[in-house]
């Protein structure tokens, strides 16, 4: 059932030229260790200028908006939430804008899924995400891409942790992904 979304929302996206790479549990599946993940997190390498794109091609794949306001909603938290009607799952798309996200975008891995190139984010990329997001799940995701890809580009982490690091006060990005990758890569 992921697998056939995944490859419809890939068709779509490339279809209205809107870059994008697939995030979150869906990416951990990839690289990490098997769990069980109910939703679909789709980083856009669009601003929210392009919502009536990203509203459209939801329509063409059965996709409908969760927040009554749309507009409202997006401008707020740069994330627009849906659902699939006959199956119920949930697709999040984000909007970006960010250096960091242009970048990660543009490294993003093709992987054919369901007769479709659908692209996900790098495992370096998956790993520095989910360090900023930083809850316990998401750390264990670290844990077990970690222990599956150990020859990740720790330099490519640590250069975007260390930028997070200088804007994010009192945080220590870098100093939560060296404490894991010590434990992890011995």
Known sequence: MFQQILASLAESLDS???PYMIIGGQAVLLYGEPRL??????????NIDRLSDV???M?????????EDVENFVQKTMVLPASQGDTGVRVD???????????AISRANMVSL????????????LIILKIFAGRPRDL????SILLRNPDVDKGYIRRWLEEFDQTAEG??????????AAETLK
């Open 171 to 180: 945080s220590s990005f870098t100093g939560v992904f060296d404490g894991i």
């Open 55 to 57: 509203l459209e091609l």
């Open 114 to 125: 369901a007769g479709r190139e659908i692209a996900f984010a790098s495992v370096e990329d």
């Open 93 to 103: 798309f984000i909007f970006s804008f960010t250096p960091y996200e242009r970048e």
């Open 59 to 67: 329509e063409g794949v059965g996709l409908t908006p969760l927040p």
């Open 140 to 143: 264990e995701d670290v844990r």
């Open 16 to 18: 209205h030229r809107i």
């Open 37 to 46: 993940t109910r939703d679909i997190d789709v980083t856009l390498g669009a």
